[in-house]
């Protein structure tokens, strides 16, 4: 199937309160740096990532060819997120769901995709897969 779409991903990071709790606000703002860092590695030049809340990040990629390459790209900003790093004297190790919204160009309403992007990110969490698409296409 060609999207010929833009495509937003909204990440959670799962285990960042306990994080915080455990390690105190100082470990858990490196962990939020350290996390932005890894998703804008892996990322194209041209695509944006934004935190917008206190564990969570918003990408927003265009051109997007095929919903398989979307959700190979999910799998590697995932990954990332998982990824242990150490902070000071602590081994902290997080996950992540994501949740996607795949959109056609000029189609984006910032509060539907909000909308669509929690609806996701309910059955990521309830399915327990980590990644879960919202897409309107007939094909889902």
Same mark, same amino acid.
């Given at each position: 199937?060609?999207?010929?779409?833009? $495509?937003? @991903?909204?990440?959670?990071?799962?285990?960042? #309160?306990?994080?915080?709790?455990?390690?105190?606000?100082?470990?858990?703002?490196?962990?939020?740096?350290?996390?932005?860092?890894? =998703?804008? &590695?892996?990322?194209? *030049?041209?695509? +944006?990532? @934004?935190? +917008?809340? $206190?564990?969570?990040? %918003?990408?927003? =990629?265009?051109?997007? $060819?095929? &919903?398989? #390459?979307?959700?190979?790209? *999910?799998? #590697?900003?995932? $990954?990332?997120?998982?990824?242990?790093?150490?902070?000071?004297?602590?081994?902290? &190790?997080?996950?992540? @769901?994501?949740?996607?919204? +795949?959109?056609? %160009?000029?189609?984006?309403? *910032?509060?539907?995709? +909000?909308? #669509?992007?929690?609806? %996701?990110?309910?059955?990521?969490?309830?399915?327990?897969?980590?990644?879960?698409?919202?897409?309107? @296409?007939?094909?889902?």
């Amino acid at each position: 199937m060609l999207l010929k779409s833009n $495509e937003t @991903s909204h990440i959670d990071l799962d285990d960042f #309160k306990p994080v915080n709790d455990t390690y105190g606000d100082a470990v858990g703002d490196v962990l939020l740096c350290i996390a932005a860092s890894r =998703l804008t &590695r892996v990322l194209r *030049a041209h695509d +944006l990532v @934004s935190r +917008l809340g $206190e564990d969570e990040f %918003a990408c927003l =990629l265009q051109g997007i $060819e095929s &919903r398989e #390459k979307v959700n190979r790209l *999910a799998i #590697k900003l995932r $990954e990332s997120v998982r990824a242990p790093c150490k902070i000071g004297p602590h081994l902290v &190790r997080d996950d992540a @769901s994501i949740r996607i919204v +795949l959109h056609g %160009a000029g189609e984006a309403v *910032a509060a539907d995709l +909000l909308l #669509k992007a929690d609806m %996701a990110m309910y059955r990521a969490k309830r399915d327990g897969v980590g990644i879960a698409f919202f897409d309107d @296409s007939p094909d889902d």
